[in-house]
């Protein structure tokens, strides 16, 4: 039963990408009153990522899969009366639930919000006490470390995309696209849709895993006709553009004199290590190196969600983390496209709003649950991380760019002092400790350190993810924090 005027669930969306809208219009449906926090300018996520209202023109939906169904979900979520919109509006840091056993209901964390723009010294804090939350914080690039992957003109993938979709701007006139998954394709055909010669596309794993991971239980992959069309669609652009594909191959070095001028590219065998001798150098200015993705956990672990063996959020059928009164959906639980976002997020909303799993209402999104969480598991068969990438760094080749710190100092630290304390060992190298907070560099540090110290899992005492601090802030801004709380947060109904 729907909640009534008085008892209406509250129920804060973390996250305006796919499962983010998805949930926030399930959550109104339901009858909550939403508060839908978005750290960008615009809705869409990294997905949908679009030009600026000001901006915006014909051909947008060349550059988007799906375009017509963001429009729809933007418009109602902005036009929904039980929806209110916080955009450029970040979760800096997650409380504790309250002890008080006076107050009603299940002891949910509060939300500490940060308002305006990322470079403002004006932002606005404001604390957020919902009935429920929805963790839809989505995903970014993971890039591996190489020998001059820090030079001007090595992107992440999906920098290269986002320069591509919502600025129009090429990153390089001759670019190599490299590293693992599926996403390198539509990378490409960003690319080249906004003027630049992608030289090849370059995949690290070879046929035998490619096949491994795809070809078993076909008849999954024929309940989403829509995945074949797009994967047709991006190779007539490859065949149309002349872009070779290439498997079993790693960018292993970049080279230039104060920017990206060649790239050495290596055959890799099947753990990525690379086989002397196959060495063969491109010429670009450009190289766009995503190894799939590493999902944005900093929100749900401080919300006390448990993490799976893989390091997503661990979500039941009604996307419920083990936290209560928690959900998650998207990319955050695990890494299967965006019609796997789009039904997560609505289960989601539906069920922090005060719905159940097996609603009728959320009958449809359950069914597509079931079809496309399939191709979580079979992206990381296909195109998961291998451990060989560790032999073509040499020991000066930065790991951590923010503190300088290089894969052979973090290889004679942990040598050295044999511990198995990430924190100590994040003290004595520095690694992780820069402004990013081991964002970019943090799982290949974690990598690298357990190779050195003989760890077979995590090492002791928390993983990377875990920062108190979500998102950088002042020292100013944290001492104008008031009791004051966002209008929107207020705990009666008007």
Known sequence: MISTQRNRRRVAIVGGGPAGLAAALAAAERGARVTLIESGRDLGGQYWRHLPDDRDGAGQEAMHHGWSKFQDLDRRVRSHVDITLLTETTVWAVDAPSSDPSAPGVAMPSLQLLTGPADAADRVTSTLRPD??????????????????DLPGVFTGGAAQAFAKSERVAVGDNVVVAGAG??????????????????????????????????????QLAGAPGKVQELFG???????????????????EAHGDGRVERVTIASVDAQWRPIPGSEREVACDAVCVTHG???????????GCALTDDRFVRIDESCATSAPGVYAAGEVTGIG??????????????????GASRDPEVSEAQRKRAIFGSFAARIEAAHGVRPGWQEWLRDD??????????AGQ??????????????????????????CQARICGRSAEELLRAATGAARELDEGIVDRRPIQTPIRLAELAGISEEQHPSTGRQDP
């Open 234 to 252: 991006y190779v007539a652009g490859q065949l149309r553009h002349r872009i070779p594909y290439r498997v079993g191959e790693a960018v292993v």
């Open 397 to 406: 080749t930065i790991v951590c760019r923010c503190e300088e710190v290089t």
């Open 293 to 303: 993705f590493t999902p944005r956990l900093e929100v749900a672990i401080a919300a």
């Open 132 to 149: 429920a939350i929805v963790v839809a914080t989505g995903a970014h690039d993971r890039t591996l470390p190489f020998p001059g992957w």
């Open 410 to 435: 973090l290889r004679r630290k942990a040598s050295a002092t044999r511990s198995r304390s990430l924190r100590s060992q994040k003290l004595s190298t520095r690694a992780g400790l820069g402004i």
């Open 337 to 354: 496209g965006v019609d796997l976002s789009l039904a997560e997020g609505r289960v989601a909303g539906h069920c922090a709003a005060g």
């Open 182 to 219: 599926p996403f390198l394709l539509p990378v490409a055909a960003s690319l080249s849709q906004v003027g630049s010669r992608v030289r090849e596309v370059v995949e690290a794993n070879r046929v035998p895993r490619l096949a491994s991971g795809w070809l078993p239980k076909p008849w």
